[in-house]
């Protein structure tokens, strides 16, 4: 069993920054990679990044891309998603995933879900 906790949201203006927290717990959370979805109000939740921390290799939607990061410090299990030059459409509920898979942009190959942290930017 995976528990994961997200924090750092709120709400920020367009062009601010903003750094998501992820901290995961359990016996065998070395073993997984986390990914970073969000989900808007009326939307299906969207794939933003995900990183594998065996191999240090991270992914990114093609809207994050250049302005986000996602790293990760294995001595804490923490993950962190670094968010640049805010804009109002990133806002929404951000959510942290671990996943058996190397990597996955699909939210049903993700087995450990955190509770969600609220990003709003407003314009």
């Known amino acids: 069993q995976v528990h994961m906790v997200e924090s750092g949201g709120g709400l920020v203006q367009a062009g601010d920054s903003l750094r998501l927290s992820c901290a995961a717990s359990?016996?065998?959370?070395?073993?997984?990679?986390v990914g970073w979805f969000r989900q808007a109000p009326g939307k299906e939740r969207e794939f933003v990044g995900t990183?594998?921390?065996?191999?240090?290799?991270?992914y990114y939607a093609d809207s994050v891309k250049g302005r986000f990061t996602i790293s990760g410090d294995n001595a804490k299990s923490t993950v962190y998603l670094q968010m640049n030059s805010l804009q109002p459409e990133d806002t929404a509920v951000y959510y942290c995933?671990?996943?058996?898979?190397?990597?996955?942009?699909?939210?049903?190959?993700?087995?450990?879900w955190g509770q969600g942290t609220q990003v709003t930017v407003s314009s």
């Open positions: 995933a671990a996943t058996t898979y190397s990597v996955s942009y699909d939210p049903s190959h993700y087995v450990y």
């Open positions: 990183l594998n921390p065996r191999t240090s290799t991270t």
């Open positions: 359990g016996p065998s959370f070395g073993t997984y990679s």
